[in-house]
């Protein structure tokens, strides 16, 4: 089982669609948790932290479930620029406290 | 603010050459990371280093070394390069449970 998996995509949707993208995560002891988004073969940026309450920025909702050890994204009202590849972080845990994996990443296309 | 720098941004090597691809961060942060990434795959993790003196192997070291001598400094080196290490190679450093940040990458190619 990989360290890090995610939706294979890609996802195709209209401007103004949701969109939600899972990522599962195998070490339990994982502490750390990120959503970067990466444009065509440029430096992955940070999209958002994600948390235990979940948390939110503007059209942004990043969601964890510990027990499950699944973290999701959501977008809404999808724009053109949200065009690009989402990538599901995770740090090591334990003694892997610095190793970040990084999953495959899902890639999304917003139609006009 | 220059973050993370890597050096060069692009390089064609001959197979059995070898080379050093520089990184250097400005913002002293502990921990930094090494990745390559293949056309149309994800990023996988080469090293990391939670410290100065302090290397860790990830997920393909296989070909690879590295050094972190300094906490602002963390160079990969090639040795014997192979064609199966053509790729976008990006380091990151971050503070402990902060996000990463990555430098602009370097494009190499091994024919």
């Known amino acids: 089982r990989k360290e890090v998996e995610q939706d294979p995509g890609p996802f195709n949707v209209p401007e103004g669609a949701t969109v939600a993208f899972n990522c599962t995560y195998s070490?339990?002891?994982?502490?750390?948790f990120f959503w970067y988004r990466q444009d065509c073969r440029k430096e992955p940026k940070l999209l958002m932290s994600?948390?235990?309450s979940g948390n939110e920025d503007g059209r942004f909702t990043a969601q964890l479930n510990r027990a499950s050890q699944y973290i999701s994204l959501l977008i809404r009202d999808s724009k053109l620029s949200d065009s690009a590849t989402y990538l599901c972080?995770?740090?090591?845990?334990?003694?892997?406290?610095?190793?970040?994996?990084f999953g495959q990443g899902t890639e999304l296309s917003v139609k006009p | 603010n220059a973050g993370v720098t890597q050096t060069p941004k692009f390089r064609i090597l001959k197979i059995g050459q070898s080379m050093t691809l520089q990184c250097a961060q400005d913002?002293?942060?502990?921990?930094m990371y090494w990745y390559r990434q293949d056309p149309g795959m994800g990023l996988k993790l080469i090293y990391y280093?939670?410290?100065?003196?302090?290397?860790d192997k990830g997920e393909v070291p296989n070909g690879y070394n590295v050094s972190r001598s300094t906490t602002e400094d963390f160079p990969l080196r090639l040795e014997l390069a192979a064609p199966s290490q053509t790729s976008v190679y990006f380091c990151?450093?971050?503070?402990?449970?902060?996000?990463?940040?990555f430098g602009d990458g370097t494009r190499l190619s091994i024919l």
């Open positions: 994600v948390y235990s």
């Open positions: 070490n339990s002891a994982s502490q750390s």
């Open positions: 972080v995770v740090n090591g845990g334990d003694n892997q406290g610095g190793k970040l994996i």
């Open positions: 280093s939670v410290g100065a003196g302090i290397t």
């Open positions: 913002m002293n942060h502990n921990y």
């Open positions: 990151a450093s971050r503070s402990g449970g902060q996000p990463q940040h």
